[in-house]
């Protein structure tokens, strides 16, 4: 991009343009930068007279960046982001004060996310959670709702992050009556998906996005039958399938102890199962603030035993 000699741009506009160009939204940067989207605007546009070109194309839903918007992000994104973290560096002895706000699937949080922040809770961080569905937490995470959110999907564009956490591996699982009944994993594995059509589905949704999960990667075929119950949280799954409601797929983490004890078995073993990859999102240029690069760093490290 040719440089105009002698102009002069405020770190603030710079800031702005940033922030813009990776929410792609006016509206969602001034939600980000606690401004108005008017103020927004003016910023953007005081900048691209001070540059003597356009930055963004404005478009019906958002903006898209013109190739000199792209060449100058692409230069200054990552000195803003080291000054932000020089600016934030004095705050590492008040971080463990500073709020957290933590999002993620209700079950995988409170089993795993918030149990492995502990020693940091104990240092005194302070942390607020909120759950939804994949799409739900990544747009609060792009809103500026929450600092750190736990996903399924991974994140596309550029103002959000990601970095694969962990997988997890599902389980077809039943209480050990039906699994008598059925003859056990031998006699599933013989039969293939016919074997399991007397055993009532349990479920998280309608739409079966496990048990759909399951069957398609395991038995190539997806399931026949509507589930006989659906509980919107993974442990009232499990807490049925205990009791003998029927069958059930569940991340292993979450019915491992429950396998341990006998109180619900795997109907089937099989040599590949089915996996699900989490991933740890984060804003653009937020780890610099040590209020969430040490949470991010201390659930990657914690991740790994998972």
Same mark, same amino acid.
């Given at each position: 991009?040719?440089?105009?000699?002698?102009?002069?741009?405020?770190?603030?506009?710079?800031?702005?343009?940033?922030?813009?160009?990776?929410?792609?939204?006016?509206?969602?940067?001034?939600?980000?930068?606690?401004?108005?989207?008017?103020?927004?605007?003016?910023?953007?546009?005081?900048?691209?007279?001070?540059?003597?070109?356009?930055?963004?194309?404005?478009?019906?839903?958002?903006?898209?960046?013109?190739?000199?918007?792209?060449?100058?992000?692409?230069?200054?994104?990552?000195?803003?982001?080291?000054?932000?973290?020089?600016?934030?560096?004095?705050?590492?002895?008040?971080? &463990?004060? #500073?709020?957290?706000?933590?999002? *993620?699937? !209700?079950?995988?949080?409170?089993?795993?996310?918030?149990? =492995? $922040?502990? %020693?940091?809770?104990?240092?005194?961080?302070?942390?607020?959670?909120?759950?939804?569905?994949?799409?739900?937490?990544?747009?609060?995470?792009?809103?500026?709702?929450?600092?750190?959110?736990?996903?399924?999907?991974?994140?596309?564009?550029?103002?959000?992050?990601?970095?694969?956490?962990?997988?997890?591996?599902?389980?077809?699982?039943? &209480?050990? #009556?039906?699994?008598?009944?059925? *003859?056990? !994993?031998?006699?599933?594995?013989?039969?293939?998906?016919? =074997? $399991?059509? %007397?055993?009532?589905?349990?479920?998280?949704?309608?739409?079966?996005?496990?048990?759909?999960?399951?069957?398609?990667?395991?038995?190539?075929?997806?399931?026949?039958?509507?589930?006989?119950?659906?509980?919107?949280?993974?442990?009232?799954?499990?807490?049925?399938?205990?009791?003998?409601?029927?069958?059930?797929?569940?991340?292993?983490?979450?019915?491992?102890?429950?396998?341990?004890? *006998?109180?619900?078995?795997?109907?089937?073993?099989?040599?590949?199962?089915? $996996?699900?990859?989490?991933?740890?999102?984060?804003?653009?240029?937020?780890?610099?603030?040590?209020?969430?690069?040490?949470?991010?760093?201390?659930?990657?490290?914690?991740?790994?035993?998972?």
């Amino acid at each position: 991009m040719p440089e105009r000699k002698g102009v002069r741009v405020d770190l603030a506009l710079l800031r702005t343009f940033v922030t813009v160009h990776r929410a792609g939204s006016f509206t969602r940067a001034a939600a980000l930068l606690g401004l108005s989207q008017p103020a927004v605007t003016s910023q953007i546009r005081s900048l691209e007279r001070q540059l003597g070109r356009p930055l963004f194309l404005r478009k019906a839903r958002g903006v898209t960046p013109t190739t000199v918007g792209d060449e100058l992000a692409h230069k200054v994104a990552p000195h803003l982001d080291a000054l932000t973290e020089i600016t934030e560096a004095g705050l590492d002895e008040e971080s &463990a004060i #500073r709020t957290l706000h933590l999002a *993620g699937p !209700p079950e995988f949080t409170s089993q795993r996310a918030l149990p =492995a $922040l502990t %020693p940091l809770i104990d240092q005194g961080l302070c942390v607020r959670t909120a759950f939804g569905s994949a799409d739900e937490l990544l747009s609060g995470l792009a809103d500026g709702h929450h600092d750190l959110a736990i996903t399924t999907i991974r994140p596309r564009g550029a103002l959000l992050t990601a970095t694969p956490l962990c997988d997890e591996e599902h389980v077809l699982i039943a &209480a050990p #009556r039906w699994a008598a009944r059925l *003859g056990g !994993p031998a006699a599933v594995q013989a039969k293939g998906v016919r =074997a $399991l059509d %007397p055993v009532p589905l349990v479920e998280v949704h309608e739409s079966l996005p496990l048990v759909s999960r399951y069957w398609t990667a395991v038995f190539d075929t997806p399931p026949a039958a509507s589930a006989t119950v659906i509980a919107s949280d993974l442990r009232a799954v499990l807490a049925c399938v205990t009791a003998g409601a029927g069958l059930a797929v569940l991340p292993r983490y979450l019915c491992a102890d429950a396998l341990d004890s *006998g109180e619900i078995v795997a109907l089937l073993d099989p040599p590949v199962p089915p $996996l699900r990859t989490y991933f740890l999102a984060t804003r653009a240029g937020t780890l610099a603030l040590p209020h969430i690069a040490r949470p991010h760093e201390w659930l990657l490290r914690a991740a790994v035993e998972w």
